[in-house]
Every structure is written in structure tokens, then in C-alpha cells.
């Protein structure tokens, strides 16, 4: 079955730019999609169809998709974007529904 | 906003069984296609099931043959009827709408979670 992998964890400080990678063979030619999780609350969409926002979330986040990497890049970091961040897709050729690892997001 | 609330998980033992539900007001469970995604302690977000709005069902291989997605459409519930568990299925177990699309599906709306642990 398609596997997304993501490292597990990043590092930033507060105003700087951070981005967390998903990879995938040929994972450009899938849609992606980006979830945040804070501790003790339900995933939030925060990236659909590869980089298009869903309404109310801000526009320092944005996605891209190419190769056998997708990116979620969060600018100008706050210390409330500190959170688990997951990709997902659907694998067309098993009808599985496919999450990558996860990665957590410090801000310093 | 979508409201999704989840109820039914606790403490079982291991080989028991456990019927979770995900009471849906303000949209209609039997048009829409709907999903149960868990994460356990420490780990990911893992996909556990989907209903299309026509019925059609998918399980992850992880849960395959032990667990069943269904629907009460009077009741406009949804629910995971999980048998035979095991330690490994102790998770929060989140009730989620699934948006279909042009080549892909997401998870749009999601509930709180429920927690389930397995433990003898």
C-alpha cells in the first residue's frame, strides 16, 4: 500500500518560515491534503488539493506538490501554529485512505 | 459548523466487543459519505473506515473482518461495531465527514474523539 513518510519533527522560531515535507513516489500526481492537530483537540483542514485554503485559515499557510514531495510551508510562524501536522491522500488502486507519520512542529 | 459527537468508547478487554456512535445534527449521515479515523497513544492519525452515501464500505487492513461501519438513517447516527479487539486498537477514536472530489477525498468536519483502551 502507498506510504507517506514525514520526518517527525521540526524546529522553528517565532517569525521565521517553516516547512514539512511529505514524501511519496510520484506523489505529484495525487492530490494532498494538510491537517493540523493541537494537543487534546480534532484535526483541522488547513490544506486541500495540494495548496488551496480552506476558508478561515490564514493566508501564511500554503501548500505545494511536485515530484515525490509535497510541502506545507507555514510563514511568519506564531507560537499557536505549534501542533501535529499530517498529509494525506487517497490511493486510488487500494481505495485506502493514507496518512502520513506526522510531524511536530516546535516553535523556540 | 458541522457538529460530529462521538460516544461508546471505555475500557474493555482484550477479545471484547465495543460499539462506538457519532451523532450528527445539523447534516444527514445517510447523504453523506462519512469515515472513523483513530490515533492511538503516541502514534499517527490512521484511516479505520469509510460509508459512502450509496452504502459502498472500506476498512483498513488493520481492522478488516473485526470491524464493521454502519448507519441508522432514522437515527441519523453513525457507528463502528468493533469486535475482537486488541491492545493495539486503544485509541481516540475520532467520527469524521469525508468531502469527495476531483481524483480525491478529505476529511472535512470532525468530531472530538472517543477514547477506547484495550487492557486486561
Known amino acids: 500500500s502507498y506510504v507517506l513518510t514525514q520526518p517527525p519533527s521540526v524546529s522553528v522560531a517565532p517569525g521565521k518560515t517553516a516547512r514539512i515535507a511529505c514524501g511519496g513516489n510520484?506523489?505529484?500526481?495525487?492530490?494532498v491534503h494538510w491537517y493540523q492537530q493541537r494537543p487534546g483537540r480534532a484535526p483541522v483542514l488547513v490544506i486541500s488539493?495540494?495548496?488551496d485554503r480552506p476558508s478561515g485559515i490564514p493566508g501564511r499557510f500554503s501548500g505545494s506538490n511536485s515530484g515525490n514531495t509535497a510541502t506545507l510551508t507555514i510563514s511568519r510562524v506564531e507560537a499557536g501554529d505549534e501542533a501535529d501536522y499530517y498529509c494525506?491522500?487517497?490511493?486510488?488502486?487500494?481505495?485506502?485512505?493514507?496518512f502520513g507519520g506526522g510531524t511536530k512542529l516546535t516553535v523556540l | 459548523e458541522v457538529q460530529l459527537v462521538e460516544s461508546g468508547g471505555g475500557l474493555i478487554q482484550p477479545g471484547g466487543s465495543l460499539r462506538l456512535s457519532c451523532a450528527a445534527p445539523?447534516?444527514?449521515?445517510?447523504?453523506?459519505?462519512m469515515s472513523w479515523v483513530r490515533r492511538a497513544p503516541g502514534k499517527g492519525l490512521e484511516w479505520v473506515a469509510i460509508?459512502?452515501?450509496?452504502?459502498?464500505?472500506y476498512y483498513a487492513d488493520s481492522v478488516k473482518g473485526r470491524f464493521t461501519i454502519s448507519r441508522d438513517n432514522s437515527k441519523n447516527t453513525l457507528y463502528l461495531q468493533m469486535n475482537s479487539l486488541r491492545v493495539e486498537d486503544t485509541a481516540v477514536y475520532y467520527c469524521?465527514?469525508?468531502?469527495?472530489?476531483?481524483?480525491?477525498?478529505?476529511?472535512?468536519?470532525w468530531g472530538q474523539g472517543t477514547m477506547v483502551t484495550v487492557s486486561s
Open positions: 494525506q491522500l487517497w490511493d486510488s488502486s487500494s481505495d485506502h485512505w493514507v
Open positions: 469524521a465527514t469525508v468531502r469527495p472530489g476531483s481524483g480525491s477525498y478529505l476529511f472535512d468536519d
Open positions: 460509508i459512502y452515501s450509496g452504502g459502498t464500505t
Open positions: 510520484n506523489i505529484g500526481t495525487k492530490s
Open positions: 488539493y495540494d495548496s
Open positions: 445539523g447534516l444527514i449521515v445517510g447523504t453523506n459519505y
